[in-house]
C-alpha cells in the first residue's frame, strides 16, 4: 500500500508546498487510488511541524507545487518522497497518477532541481 499526499489549497495542487491549508490522502492497492483523508493544518506551522504530520499520516510520497531545497531535503531526509513542481486541479492529479503520467503536469518551464539551479545562475549574472 502506498500513500500519497497531495498538497492542496483549495481545490487546486497549492502553487507554493508553504501555502497549503490541508493534505488530501491518497491510498494506492493494487493500482486503485482511493481518497482516504482530507487533513487541514494551519498555514502559519513551521517545515519540521509539517514533516511530523506527514510521517503521523504515514505518507509515502508527497506532491507539491513549488518548494525550497532545503525543505525537500528535510522531508525526504524522513523517508518521504518529493514529487514537486506540479500544478492542476485534484480530480486531474488523481487521473494522473492512475495513468502513470503525473510529469504531465509539471509546472511551465520547470524540470524539477534542474528549474530551480536555472533560476539560482540566472541571480548570479544579475
Known amino acids: ?20 491549508d490541508r493534505f488530501q490522502i491518497l491510498e494506492i492497492i493494487d493500482n486503485s487510488v482511493n481518497l482516504v483523508e ?12 509539517k514533516v511530523k504530520i506527514l510521517k503521523r499520516l504515514k505518507i509515502n510520497k508527497l506532491v507539491c507545487g513549488a518548494i525550497s531545497r532545503c525543505n525537500s531535503i528535510l522531508i525526504e531526509e524522513n523517508g518521504i518522497t518529493v514529487e514537486a513542481w506540479i500544478c492542476g486541479e485534484f480530480e486531474e492529479i488523481i487521473r494522473k497518477i492512475q495513468s502513470e503520467r503525473l510529469y504531465e503536469n509539471k509546472m511551465p518551464g520547470c524540470e524539477g532541481v ?13
Open 1 to 20: 500500500m502506498k500513500r500519497i499526499g497531495i498538497a492542496m489549497f483549495s481545490d487546486k495542487i497549492a502553487s507554493v508546498f508553504n501555502s497549503a
Open 114 to 126: 534542474r528549474c530551480q539551479r536555472r533560476r539560482r545562475r540566472g541571480r548570479k549574472n544579475k
Open 38 to 49: 482530507n487533513y487541514s493544518i494551519p498555514v502559519d506551522i513551521n517545515i519540521i511541524q
